[in-house]
């Protein structure tokens, strides 16, 4: 389920850099990094909006029961991601 995340969020936002986890282990709540360059236009509101839309099959179908979101311009990544690990 993570690369079928992956692939549905990079063909949304096809610039994005995706980063997908299951932190539970439990192949229903996710997480995602998104950055893209696509975003700077976009406030946080419509950012979660361009990631989350297209996943709306994935919660319909209970395949996915809950994705925490956070979405970066690449120059708000620089800053913070060394607080994610990278």
Not at 32 to 37: E, G, H, K, T, Y
Not at 39 to 61: I, K, R, W, Y
């Amino acid at each position: 389920m993570i690369e079928a995340i992956k692939q549905v969020i990079e063909t949304a936002v096809p610039d994005a850099t995706v980063y997908v986890v299951d932190p539970n282990n439990d192949g229903q709540h996710f997480q995602a990094l998104v950055i893209s360059a696509s975003f700077e236009a976009l406030s946080l509101v419509e950012q979660h909006q361009a990631v989350m839309n297209p996943l709306g099959d994935a919660f319909a179908t209970n395949a996915v029961h809950a994705l925490g979101l956070k979405t970066f311009t690449p120059a708000k990544w620089e800053k913070k991601k060394e607080k994610y690990g990278f």
